[in-house]
């Protein structure tokens, strides 16, 4: 439920913090990155070079990729090793 | 205590008294002086103040944002250009709700490029959200800039207070000055931020984008505190008034109790309609003066009041709103006393255009036209051009 003018803190401000892990900003994808562990070397140059947070890291280990957020950009699969090849940039599907 | 000074020296003399935290400016003429002579009493160690020199007005009002979201209690002042400058950051400093206060001093805007005195500069940013408190003289423009400090932090909302160029800026008054304690004691200690940047274990998110979804409820909640602003206002003008002895109402009738024809004007020029009313009262004419002294937020109910009872109303405008309609004063006062049961007639003049002078002729001018409308019930133009060469 959106809240309503009276509700809201003054000043235009957000009065918390890390509420943009509440904002879903990967829904206007048109390209969907697609990555393959068996590929995977695991040299973090996705992770550094994502815009948003998007490549999920466990263990100082890429882990998969959040679509929650992820754009399409296609920057992780250009960054991506040519010899490993990791990340495949594929159409969305409705 | 009496102290002789300019516009300017008063302005400046009250920032000391409140010694803000942060004070950041960009020089501009004619309002030059009260930076110049804030910075010296802050290289005299006279108050606490961070001082900051900025590259631009752009620039200057940014830093205050800043500052006043950290929480500081921030003070500048501009002029003209500068304000225009500004003008993209009025905006930000008034829906985040930051109690800034501007020394204002009316200068006409460009082209032609002048100095002098009109109120294109802050009728231009007479939308902005800020709360406009337009001086007669330079003892109000002391008193003012007081009382801004405490109407900006009890409503959240930034303030201007503005004095016309070099009629009062520089010009010499005998001034009567607070104690530096009573100013302190007016305004309180400190400031009281509802949040603050500097405030680590409350972290807020100050400026994110905000789209179709949330912008116009945060709008319309900076709107609700506008229309709440003109109480406060009062109050703190008649505390000022009850503890000081200057009382300053935001809409000031002059001998209008009779009065079947009222002039309307702003700044310094109200000053100069008392004298001409006095002389057209000792010759029997009932002649009254109402003086808009607070123009933003708009007074509509005490204009309602004052003005309504009248047969003619010339508002005087020292600026045309480019519309092919006249003034904004005069547009505004229309708007208002539409809603009034009686309607005087309501006409304009516009003046002093870049500092032309206004004479007290011009001004009987004025009152005698409105005495004939009055009689006649017509009058020949809604909109005069007063003392500009080759006018019918």
């Known amino acids: 439920m959106k809240k309503g003018w009276k509700e809201l803190p003054e000043g235009c401000i957000i009065d918390k913090p890390a509420t943009s892990l509440d904002f879903k900003t990967g829904d206007w994808r048109t390209m969907k990155p697609i990555w393959h562990e068996d590929k995977c070397i695991q040299c973090l140059l996705c992770w550094i070079y994502c815009p948003d947070a998007s490549i999920l890291v466990e263990n100082e280990k890429v882990v998969g990729i959040n679509y929650d957020y992820c754009k399409g950009c296609g920057i992780c699969a250009e960054v991506c090793p040519p010899r490993a090849s990791a990340i495949e940039m594929v159409r969305e599907e409705k | 205590m009496k102290l002789a000074m300019t516009g300017n020296e008063a302005m400046a003399y009250a920032m000391k008294q409140i010694n803000p935290d942060v004070v950041a400016a960009y020089p501009i003429t004619p309002a030059t002086e009260v930076v110049q002579l804030f910075s010296q009493y802050v290289a005299d160690g006279e108050v606490d103040t961070e001082f900051v020199p900025a590259e631009s007005e752009h620039s200057a009002l940014s830093a205050c944002v800043g500052a006043a979201v950290a929480g500081a209690r921030v003070i500048t002042s501009t002029a003209s250009q500068g304000l225009a400058l500004m003008h993209e950051i009025l905006y930000i400093a008034s829906a985040l709700r ?96 509802v949040y603050s940047l500097l405030d680590v274990d409350n972290p807020v998110t100050v400026g994110p984008l905000d789209l179709q979804d949330y912008f116009f409820e945060h709008k ?158 017509k009058y020949e133009k809604l909109v005069t051009y007063l003392g500009v060469r080759g006018e019918e």
């Open chain 2, 98 to 193: 930051q109690p800034i206060v501007i020394a204002l001093v009316n200068r006409s805007l460009s082209a032609p490029i002048n100095i002098h005195c009109d109120h294109s500069d802050t009728m231009g940013s007479r939308d902005s959200g800020w709360i406009q408190i337009y001086c007669a003289n330079s003892q109000e423009a002391y008193d003012s800039m007081i009382q801004a400090v405490k109407i900006a932090e009890k409503v959240n909302l930034p303030v201007m207070v503005t004095a016309d160029a070099f009629i009062l800026s520089h010009c010499m008054e005998r001034i009567e000055v607070l104690s530096d304690e009573e100013v302190r004691d007016f305004v309180g200690k400190e400031r009281k931020p």
């Open chain 2, 220 to 377: 319309r909640s900076q709107i609700e505190a506008v229309w709440h602003a003109m109480p406060v206002i009062e109050d703190v003008a008649k505390e000022y008034g009850d503890r000081f002895g200057r009382y300053y109402p935001v809409v000031e009738d002059y001998r209008t109790e009779d009065a079947e024809v009222a002039v309307v004007a702003l700044g310094s020029t109200a000053d100069t309609l008392k004298e001409v009313v006095d002389m057209l009262r000792e010759e029997g004419k009932k002649v009254g003066l109402v003086r808009i002294r607070v123009f933003r937020p708009l007074p509509s109910k005490r204009l309602q009041e004052s003005l309504s009872k009248f047969k003619v109303v010339a508002v005087m405008d020292r600026v045309d709103s480019l519309n092919a309609f006249g003034g904004p004063a005069f547009s505004e006062i229309r708007s208002v006393l539409y809603e009034t049961e009686k309607r005087p007639i309501i006409v304009d003049y516009v003046y002093g255009l870049g500092g032309r002078d206004i004479e007290i002729e011009e001004l009987v001018r004025v009152f005698n036209d409105a005495e004939r409308i009055a009689e006649t019930g």
